[in-house]
């Protein structure tokens, strides 16, 4: 999804800052299956607000610039709609943990095992976090699936790399390719 998509998504569960719009991204339900930079919101929202799919109101603070809420119009909730339906693109996975499981062969076991023991951590911290939200209940039942669904892909991912891990240190401790220079 293009972050104009993803801006329109999150406004339609109510209105929201540019703030606001990241932290959903980041730690909402869409943490786990959308990634925008904070650079793009902006001027996504500047751009939906051009082609009057959102409208702002900007909200005086003392000392501070001027807080900017977003609200959805009822062409932005169409545009949506359709944007909904166009078909989906390809899963792609990026993870500069995998990137540095590539080159295990040549890393320190040490090292192997300090990533893959901090990559456990940050998966048993989104597993809490995704029990947290089962238990405060869900807005939606897409909510619910999604939520469902990134707990049992991190559950797979945690009991893949405990199942796996000694892989990784073994390469580690053999004879290793030698980095060039």
């Known amino acids: 999804m293009d972050a104009k998509t993803v801006c329109l998504a999150v406004l339609s569960q109510g209105e929201a800052s540019g703030y606001e719009i990241r932290k959903s991204v980041e730690e909402g339900p869409f943490g786990h299956i959308q990634d925008i930079g904070f650079s793009s919101i902006y001027p996504a929202l500047s751009r939906l607000r051009g082609d009057g799919l959102v409208t702002v109101t900007e909200l005086a603070q003392e000392g501070r610039p001027d807080k900017k809420i977003y609200r959805l119009t009822s062409d932005g909730r169409l545009a949506l709609l359709n944007a909904l ?13 995998l990137f540095r499981m590539l080159f295990a062969d040549i890393l320190p076991p040490s090292i192997i095992n300090s990533m893959i023991d901090a990559r456990m951590e940050e998966i048993q911290t989104s597993l809490t976090r995704l029990g947290a939200s089962a238990s405060g209940g869900f807005e939606s039942v897409g909510e619910e699936f999604v939520n469902g669904f990134a707990a049992t892909v991190q559950r797979a991912m945690a009991a893949y790399i405990e199942d796996n891990r000694h892989q990784l240190v073994a390469a580690a401790l053999a004879p290793s390719r030698a ?3």
């Not at 339906?85 to 943990?97: A, I, L, M, N």
């Open 85 to 97: 339906q166009d078909p989906t693109e390809s899963d792609r996975v990026r993870s500069d943990f």
């Open 179 to 181: 980095v060039a220079e």
